[in-house]
T-cell receptor, first 114, second 114 residues
């Protein structure tokens, strides 16, 4: 399968700061990327869908001003958690797909806000 | 709306026992895709299988097998002769299209004891 790389794998940040997570498709052009969030011992919930060159579409209840998503190229999408707070501590995972093809997942990023 | 129900929260078995994970789904789409993923403690999602709604054939891959029944909207997963390495959280997921967003079930934690 295709390779999706997510960076960093884990990050600890202070409350009130912002943190950026990168999702890269290494061997294909990802027209669509998805960002999911997983709280401990819970399922994965879709946060937003981003198409290259377009504004992201956020799921209900996800604050678009807090979770900034940029999909500026066909190989890179970023998720920035702004003014992070301890309740934002979670596992964030992206997936990427080319048009009409399978979506592949990154390794995930474990965010801890202290 | 799409919904995936995994009624079993946790299953604990002794090595070499068989274990079956239940998955029931709801969708209004006539074309849809069903998935199973494994999530080991490290967090990454390991793709196990994808099935489209027109293919009801059961599938076997090594010790893994899947039973898809549209009549009962179920897509159950069986691990035969379980091993300790099978210990993980298993997610069933549903998508309306290839490369589209996934709706995940709550997950079933499988613990295989030596």
């Amino acid at each position: 399968g295709a390779v999706v790389s997510q960076h960093p794998s884990w990050v600890i940040c202070k409350s009130g700061t912002s943190v950026k997570i990168e999702c890269r498709s290494l061997d294909f052009q990802a027209t669509t990327m998805f960002w999911y969030r997983q709280f401990p011992k819970q399922s994965l919930m879709l946060m937003a869908t981003s198409n290259e060159g377009s504004k992201a579409t956020y799921e209900q209840g996800v604050e678009k001003d807090k979770f900034l998503i940029n999909h500026a190229s066909l190989t890179l999408s970023t998720l920035t958690v702004t003014s992070a707070h301890p309740e934002d501590s979670s596992f964030y995972i992206c997936s990427a797909s080319a048009k009409g093809t399978e979506a592949f997942f990154g390794q995930g990023t474990r965010l801890t806000v202290v | 709306a799409q919904k995936v129900t995994q009624a079993q929260t946790e299953i604990s078995v002794v090595e070499k026992e068989d274990v079956t994970l239940d998955c029931v789904y709801e969708t209004r789409d006539t074309t849809y895709y069903l998935f199973w993923y494994k999530q080991p403690p490290s967090g990454e999602l390991v793709f196990l299988i994808r099935r489209n709604s027109f293919d009801e054939q059961n599938e076997i891959s090594g010790r893994y097998s899947w039973n898809f029944q549209k009549s009962t909207s179920s897509f159950n997963f069986t691990i035969t002769a379980s091993q300790v390495v099978d210990s993980a959280v298993y997610f069933c997921a549903l998508s309306g299209s290839v490369g589209y967003k996934l709706s995940f079930g709550a997950g079933t934690t499988v613990t295989v004891r030596a």
